[in-house]
């Protein structure tokens, strides 16, 4: 474009344009606090060092862009918090401005401008004014609002400028999820929660080149955001850190289940605040955690769920929720996608006669009409049913209509604790899991719908190449923990309600990566994977690798 050759020409010429930004530090560094910004895109930049300044004070990660000058000229493909255009505007000619706040707006979630509105004296190689687009506040405002929906004006002292602050794109979702590791990396597909793990050689050719490995070409797309973690501390014999956080984040829950693991109903008086939690999820994200699983409780009665949502969604986390479904409405369900989540499990035990049994009368339809709510909004929908003797034939049934509708279905076994402490007759043994697996044997042999524990061996990672260490039992401690809604971290929910000691209080811990060290040093854990073998050893119980079917033996039993 004519414009943006006569920019590079004054560029030549040692015309030192930028500076302006350089007034407004203040104003951005508190927009930036008080919208937690984590990225910040300099659109039209220029010379201007005000990101540099920013950045010595706050950990962002930030972009330039400015088509005149050949280090900033390509745009990055990331989206970002927010993107400020700093006395840029006015020098874009109409022809072109839509094309360039359309290019803007995509970018960012935030958008800052700042516009002269008045004529200047610099001129361009070509004679004419480098300030072309000339208009009055009024003009401008008229302009943006075909774009954007909630303005604000920022008061300035410059009579001669207006200052705007917006919402550009809903929302940033980021395409992959990668943290390093000694070995390469773990990919998550934050889409779809699905990981995968990758070598050196691999990691450094998706980072510089943007090659993917032939296998996991469907992930490669155009305009790519990709969350990357590096290494900061070589972690041996283990991943660098956990991938999933299981955050309960309350007891209250309006319904009282007859096997409720932890006993949910009355919320907690010692419960973390949204504030806390914020702050946990920020720190979660600079590690590299890619999936935060809401859990209660039930977390639609957390005020404040929505922000924390939206808030790990932004940092590149696949966010998922696990609800009871009856109080998700078609407001609900909208609020959910439009936060950013990527997954919501449901809990169905069964048909309606045993689901309200489990669970309270006239639950059975409000979660499955929460569930098509859910379904219309775009939202991946999975159906939890928690199998026990009593339920059984039902919960094979369920899962069957379930395939048939093409919604998947996770039979999870049941462990008696909390609530459920006086049902471990029906927990399920080596018998009942095979008569389970034959039952459901045409849904189990094609890849189907249907999935859960014993059923079939899908953890949701495909592991593509050799690990340098081994992993022993499930996910608890390895790959995941749990957060109780008063801060204690256990290492899994099951685990906690069978009073395994907590390994710590997020408000004690000062660094969470050596934390995570320490968590796989922990004896109580050790001593778990060590009656692993023993455990499937005995006869007529069904092999595990669940530390907490181990822990609920040990109870009464030794190995």
């Given at each position: 474009?004519?414009?943006?050759?006569?920019?590079?020409?004054?560029?030549?010429?040692?015309?030192?344009?930028?500076?302006?930004?350089?007034?407004?530090?203040?104003?951005?560094?508190?927009?930036?606090?008080?919208?937690?910004?984590?990225?910040?895109?300099?659109?039209?930049?220029?010379?201007?060092?005000?990101?540099?300044?920013?950045?010595?004070?706050?950990?962002?990660?930030?972009?330039?862009?400015?088509?005149?000058?050949?280090?900033?000229?390509?745009?990055?493909?990331?989206?970002?918090?927010?993107?400020?255009?700093?006395?840029?505007?006015?020098?874009?000619?109409?022809?072109?401005?839509?094309?360039?706040?359309?290019?803007?707006?995509?970018?960012?979630?935030?958008?800052?401008?700042?516009?002269?509105?008045?004529?200047?004296?610099?001129?361009?190689?070509?004679?004419?004014?480098?300030?072309?687009?000339?208009?009055?506040?009024?003009?401008?405002?008229?302009?943006?609002?075909?774009?954007?929906?909630?303005?604000?004006?920022?008061?300035?002292?410059?009579?001669?400028?207006?200052?705007?602050?917006?919402?550009?794109?809903?929302?940033?979702?980021?395409?992959?999820?990668?943290?390093?590791?000694?070995?390469?990396?773990?990919?998550?597909?934050?889409?779809?929660?699905?990981?995968?793990?990758?070598?050196?050689?691999?990691?450094?050719?998706?980072?510089?080149?943007?090659?993917?490995?032939?296998?996991?070409?469907?992930?490669?797309?155009?305009?790519?955001?990709?969350?990357?973690?590096?290494?900061?501390?070589?972690?041996?014999?283990?991943?660098?850190?956990?991938?999933?956080?299981?955050?309960?984040?309350?007891?209250?829950?309006?319904?009282?289940?007859?096997?409720?693991?932890?006993?949910?109903?009355?919320?907690?008086?010692?419960?973390?605040?949204?504030?806390?939690?914020?702050?946990?999820?920020?720190?979660?994200?600079?590690?590299?955690?890619?999936?935060?699983?809401?859990?209660?409780?039930?977390?639609?009665?957390?005020?404040?769920?929505?922000?924390?949502?939206?808030?790990?969604?932004?940092?590149?986390?696949?966010?998922?929720?696990?609800?009871?479904?009856?109080?998700?409405?078609?407001?609900?369900?909208?609020?959910?996608?439009?936060?950013?989540?990527?997954?919501?499990?449901?809990?169905?035990?069964g048909n309606k006669k045993t689901h309200d049994k489990i669970r309270g009368k006239?639950?059975?339809?409000?979660?499955?009409?929460?569930?098509?709510?859910?379904?219309?909004?775009?939202?991946?929908?999975?159906?939890?049913?928690?199998?026990?003797?009593?339920?059984?034939?039902?919960?094979?049934?369920?899962?069957?209509?379930?395939?048939?509708?093409?919604?998947?279905?996770?039979?999870?076994?049941?462990?008696?604790?909390?609530?459920?402490?006086?049902?471990?007759?029906?927990?399920?043994?080596?018998?009942?899991?095979?008569?389970?697996?034959?039952?459901?044997?045409?849904?189990?042999?094609?890849?189907?719908?249907?999935?859960?524990?014993?059923?079939?061996?899908?953890?949701?990672?495909?592991?593509?190449?050799?690990?340098?260490?081994?992993?022993?039992?499930?996910?608890?401690?390895?790959?995941?923990?749990?957060?109780?809604?008063?801060?204690?971290?256990?290492?899994?929910?099951?685990?906690?309600?069978?009073?395994?000691?907590?390994?710590?209080?997020?408000?004690?811990?000062?660094?969470?990566?050596?934390?995570?060290?320490?968590?796989?040093?922990?004896?109580?854990?050790?001593?778990?994977?060590?009656?692993?073998?023993?455990?499937?050893?005995?006869?007529?119980?069904?092999?595990?690798?669940?530390?907490?079917?181990?822990?609920?033996?040990?109870?009464?039993?030794?190995?």
């Open positions: 474009m004519d414009y943006i050759k006569q920019y590079k020409l004054l560029y030549k010429r040692k015309k030192n344009y930028g500076k302006t930004s350089i007034k407004l530090y203040d104003m951005l560094k508190k927009i930036i606090n008080d919208l937690n910004i984590s990225s910040v895109l300099d659109y039209g930049c220029g010379k201007s060092k005000l990101l540099d300044l920013i950045k010595k004070n706050k950990k962002i990660k930030i972009y330039r862009y400015d088509p005149a000058i050949k280090k900033y000229s390509k745009l990055t493909k990331n989206k970002v918090n927010l993107v400020i255009c700093t006395d840029v505007l006015q020098h874009v000619p109409l022809y072109d401005l839509d094309r360039v706040l359309k290019e803007i707006k995509s970018k960012g979630i935030y958008i800052l401008f700042y516009i002269k509105c008045t004529n200047h004296k610099t001129k361009l190689p070509n004679k004419t004014y480098a300030n072309c687009t000339v208009y009055d506040k009024k003009w401008w405002l008229e302009k943006l609002s075909n774009y954007y929906d909630d303005i604000k004006e920022i008061k300035i002292s410059d009579l001669t400028s207006v200052c705007f602050i917006m919402k550009g794109e809903n929302i940033m979702n980021y395409d992959i999820n990668i943290r390093e590791e000694v070995f390469g990396g773990t990919l998550m597909d934050v889409k779809t929660g699905k990981r995968v793990y990758i070598t050196k050689k691999e990691l450094k050719n998706i980072l510089n080149n943007n090659i993917f490995p032939k296998d996991l070409q469907y992930l490669n797309k155009d305009n790519l955001n990709i969350k990357f973690t590096k290494l900061t501390k070589k972690v041996e014999n283990m991943f660098s850190f956990f991938d999933i956080v299981y955050l309960e984040l309350t007891r209250a829950c309006n319904l009282k289940c007859i096997h409720c693991l932890n006993n949910s109903g009355i919320k907690q008086k010692d419960e973390l605040t949204k504030e806390d939690l914020l702050k946990l999820i920020k720190n979660f994200s600079s590690h590299g955690v890619q999936e935060i699983r809401f859990t209660g409780g039930e977390p639609l009665l957390f005020n404040g769920i929505y922000d924390l949502i939206r808030f790990a969604t932004e940092e590149g986390i696949c966010t998922s929720l696990g609800t009871n479904g009856t109080l998700v409405t078609k407001e609900v369900a909208k609020k959910l996608k439009e936060s950013g989540l990527k997954k919501v499990v449901v809990s169905i035990d006239k639950n059975y339809q409000k979660a499955m009409h929460g569930l098509k709510y859910l379904q219309k909004n775009g939202i991946n929908v999975r159906v939890n049913s928690v199998i026990m003797k009593s339920n059984m034939e039902d919960v094979i049934k369920l899962a069957k209509k379930m395939s048939r509708k093409k919604i998947t279905i996770f039979i999870r076994r049941f462990i008696s604790s909390g609530r459920g402490k006086h049902l471990e007759n029906n927990m399920l043994n080596k018998k009942d899991y095979d008569y389970v697996r034959n039952k459901l044997q045409k849904e189990l042999t094609k890849k189907t719908y249907v999935n859960g524990h014993y059923l079939r061996n899908d953890e949701g990672v495909n592991s593509r190449i050799k690990l340098p260490f081994e992993i022993r039992g499930c996910k608890a401690g390895q790959r995941a923990i749990t957060i109780l809604p008063n801060g204690d971290v256990n290492l899994c929910g099951f685990l906690a309600a069978q009073d395994f000691p907590k390994v710590g209080n997020i408000k004690e811990i000062d660094d969470f990566l050596n934390f995570w060290i320490l968590i796989n040093k922990n004896d109580h854990l050790l001593n778990l994977r060590n009656n692993l073998d023993k455990y499937n050893k005995l006869l007529n119980v069904q092999e595990t690798y669940c530390l907490a079917y181990i822990a609920n033996y040990l109870k009464d039993n030794k190995l």
